[in-house]
């Protein structure tokens, strides 16, 4: 009898452990005992060359071919910018290319301003003395009679609140990751923000002049988290610079333009103007001064705009160099005076007819803001079925947090395997540490869900979240994570609960038991602390207790709840490292109920 016949997968050149084992329907653990077997000792997250991968894979009963090295097209979801939406609508024939909008997103020290600094130099184009007389938040750069647009914004933190802002000014981002230091925390959570803007990648790998460089092991970190470089059979882009010593300044350009050839990048100079804003400031003598990024259309002085809640008619229109012009077309960045208040970053602008039309949209823009204010907008897991049942969701984007590395790769795997079915499971971010700001950007920004595994969200993560609509949910145990998710997609899950602060009590002094332990003599400033309700203890930013209130006390006597500007004692549940100065913040858990 003849032997069954292998099945065939396409691998590329290089893989992550965890990736074969999907593709090939077995438990990463599987594939790792079949390395350690052949002498090598791997993590769930290392990735392999396509040689050792076929031989696993022929092992597991599959033949492996090497994929082509042409990037698949991944489909765009989720909410539409308004610019992108009037381009849509112009008319194919009235579309021409226009230049490039670069912003480039890296860890701290791995040299983003210096790498923009560097670019500017580098633009011979100029021909200025003095180079640039004023700062705009954005300038332009010519190469061999292209030119390429960077917003100078550097950091995913404006990246990431211009996208929330449905803005996504950027068509390409420029990752920079220093050849001597690798991939950071940073920069994974840049590549998350790309990944979640859907926006293509080029990596520039900068300090490559430094002695202690290594590139390859750094083109081996970068594939290990999803963008594989070009030379290794991937489609990212990866080229070596060094902004202090300037080189390879016009290779990184020159890919750029590489990059937007290859990307549907145009616009209608003629057609409806929409753009925008890329900051704004009040400066005392000239008023709200605006800088706006034309992405359709052509802007020019005396037109009547609205940006966000602010309006005018525009009187002079300034470029990145200081001059006076009369119009701004399609990617072209412009200083603007003329408007009757100060726009925010990453509002959507458009010309309008009338001031009179201008006023009418920014009232209906406010009633909208009014009643949105009054209806929760908190993206949960039960929202998420619900729109998946009305065909509205095709993904649940998760963001997780983990105390350890040992804790998050099985967490990954086990989510993972959950995802395969109709709907997939798109885990935007994962990393170990506690929640935070960022964490509740990315989430908002790309309609996510923030899981936490024994860690805690920072008070100020909490306070975006609330203010942002973001879901988190904080497990201690694995299998209820997992169960969750699981029941999500499934459409059984039960209401999570949600914490309500419900006051707070400062720390004025702290007393000794006879019998051991503290109390802390505290005045309550605002709402009022219960007996029976959760408490935190709040030491500036940090969280160094959560629990339960052990004693409440107004002077001599027992209470059981005490009100704003009322001093009293109170006494936390096995707890006694209290210090004056300290807050004590008391909360309960409220049922979120399900509609």
Known sequence: MSEPKSKTIKLPAIIPVRDLAQLV????????????????????NQAIDFDTAAIVAAEMGFEAVLESQEAPVEKETGEVPMWRQTIAGEDESTLTPRPPVVTILGHVDHGKTSLLDAIRDADVAAGEAGGITQHIGAYQVELKGRQITFLDTPGHAAFTAMRARGAQGADI??????????????????????????????????????????????????????LMPDEWGGSTFVVPVSARQKQGIEDLLETVLLVADNTDIRANDKGAVIGTVIEAELDKSKGP??????????????????????????????????????????????SVM???????AGDVFQVVDTEKEARQIILERTEAAKQQATVAKKITLE???????????????????????GSLEP????????GKGEIRINVLYAETGNISENDVLLASSSQAIIIGFSVQADVAARRLAEKEGVS??????IYRLTEDVEKALKGMLAPEFTQ?????????????????????????????????AKVRLLRGKDTVYEGDVASLKHEKDDVREMRVGFECGIGLKNFNDILVGDVIECYVLEKTEIE
């Open 173 to 226: 981002v420029v990752l920079v990751v220093a050849a001597d230091d690798g991939v950071m925390p940073q920069t994974k959570e840049a590549i998350a923000h790309a990944k979640a803007a859907r926006v293509p990648i080029i990596v520039a790998l900068n300090k490559i002049d430094k002695a202690n460089s290594n590139p390859e092991n750094v083109k081996k970190q970068l594939a290990e988290n999803g």
């Open 411 to 418: 967490i990954i795997g086990e989510i993972n395997n959950l």
């Open 289 to 334: 001064v605006a800088t706006l990024l034309v992405q359709n259309g052509t802007l020019e002085t005396g037109s009547i705009v609205v940006a966000g809640n602010a309006h005018g008619r525009l009187r002079a229109l300034f470029d990145f160099r200081g001059r006076k012009v009369q119009k701004a077309g399609p990617s072209f960045p412009v």
């Open 338 to 344: 003329g408007l009757n208040e100060m726009p925010s």
């Open 25 to 44: 329907d077995v438990s990463a653990i599987n594939v790792i005992r079949k390395l350690m077997e052949n002498g090598m000792m791997v993590s769930i």
């Open 472 to 477: 988190i949910r904080l497990y201690d145990i």
């Open 500 to 532: 309500k602060v419900i006051g707070k009590a400062a720390v004025l002094a702290v007393f000794g038991l006879s019998k051991g332990g503290k109390v802390a003599g505290c005045k309550v400033t605002e709402g009022e602390v219960r007996r029976n």
């Open 383 to 405: 929202e998420l079925f619900s729109k998946i049942k009305a065909g509205e969701a095709q993904e649940l984007n998760l963001i997780l947090k983990a105390d350890m590395q």
